[in-house]
């Protein structure tokens, strides 16, 4: 496990702008929308809020969300990453629409269907589909749409946990066909990885399942590695790119402490560094923030970028830097 060790968690800090700014819990909770005593469990540490409440609160006393949690001890909201209000609206819009195969298994899944779902899949990859194929149009696809259904409250958390856990257990099933989709192997490592703190990984397994079939040795570690794991394993395994993905918004800066990490490292100073997740693809500068050598929207762009930085400092003398990367 991970803990944080700032001076103030979230419920302290959270009771300390409300009564910094003359609210009581009631105040607070009408102009979140929220009752009393949610506040209340909150404060006490009871309960603790999903990101977009999270979100509406930081926005509320104009904060950043660091501050909010009790990691950081600065407010350094305006001066680092923002995320745009109209959020949700453009998630939607930049969806493509589903194919009848991912609608299909969206369906299975939501109905609780898993055996179902596998099935299609399976069926579709004997009639000729590709592993690939599966992977953009349907994997990735339909965990958009039920990453947008959660935040808009169309699914609670429990499904969407549901959802996740059954796609990475079809995407096991199918690792013979990644195996045999495999091109002619090369020289080069990645490690992919859900940094300290975040617990949605199928985005960089996906990472390191792409870069398999590009002939890549790949090592996906799962969630919540902290930064002496990813520096150990990175060395460990003369790894030549560093694959960092978080999708809730207050991970960023545990990526940004990883990358900290990482490049105060000498032995490895020409390590890549690609970042990617839901924040990233709101904010396209966001990679350069954190001091990341570039970002990919999708895993397929991984790989194409993946290899495009690899090539690059194979052929020069001297580390990339994220401007050079993009």
């Known amino acids: 496990m991970c803990y944080y060790l700032g001076m ?8 300390e702008l409300r009564t910094s700014g003359n609210l009581r819990q009631k105040d607070l909770a009408d102009a979140l929308g929220v009752a009393q005593t949610t506040i209340a469990n909150y404060e006490q540490g009871a309960r603790f809020p999903d990101e977009k409440v999270l979100r509406q609160i930081a926005d509320y006393f104009n904060v950043s969300l660091d501050y909010l949690m009790g990691r950081a001890d600065v407010n350094l909201v305006a001066q680092d990453v923002q995320y745009p209000n109209s959020f949700y609206r453009e998630e939607e819009e930049n969806l493509a629409p589903m194919s009848p195969l991912a609608k299909e298994y969206l369906g299975f899944l939501l109905a609780g269907k898993r055996e179902e ?3 299609l899949v399976h069926d579709a990859v004997n009639a000729g589909r590709g592993v690939k194929e599966i992977y953009l149009t349907v ?3 339909t965990l958009k749409e039920i990453g947008l259904m959660w935040m808009q409250n169309r699914v609670d958390v429990a499904m969407e946990h549901y959802f996740s856990a059954s796609t990475q257990i079809i995407m096991s099933q199918l690792y013979p066909q990644i195996t045999a989709a495999s091109r002619e192997k090369k020289d080069s490592v990645c490690l992919s990885i859900a940094v ?3 617990f949605h990984d199928i985005g960089a397994r996906m990472v390191a399942d792409f870069l398999e079939m590009d002939g890549w040795k790949t090592f996906f570690l799962g969630n919540n590695l902290c930064n002496d794991d990813i520096v150990k394993a990175a060395m460990d395994h003369r790894a030549d790119v560093l694959v960092l993905s978080a999708t809730m918004f207050f ?6 402490r990883a990358i900290r990490a990482i490049r105060a490292i000498e032995a490895l100073r020409d390590l890549v560094i690609l970042v990617g997740g839901r924040p990233f693809n709101q904010d396209a500068e966001l990679w350069k923030k954190v001091q990341a050598d570039g970002f990919a929207r999708s895993a397929e762009e991984a790989v194409k970028l993946a290899n495009r930085l690899v090539n690059k400092l194979a052929s020069s003398d001297h580390v990339l830097s994220g ?3 993009l």
């Open 117 to 119: 779902a596998s099935n």
């Open 8 to 15: 103030s968690d979230f419920a302290s800090r959270l009771r």
């Open 139 to 141: 994997f990735e696809r």
């Open 251 to 256: 991970n960023v800066e545990s990526i940004a």
């Open 323 to 325: 401007q050079e990367a």
């Open 196 to 198: 300290c703190g975040e």
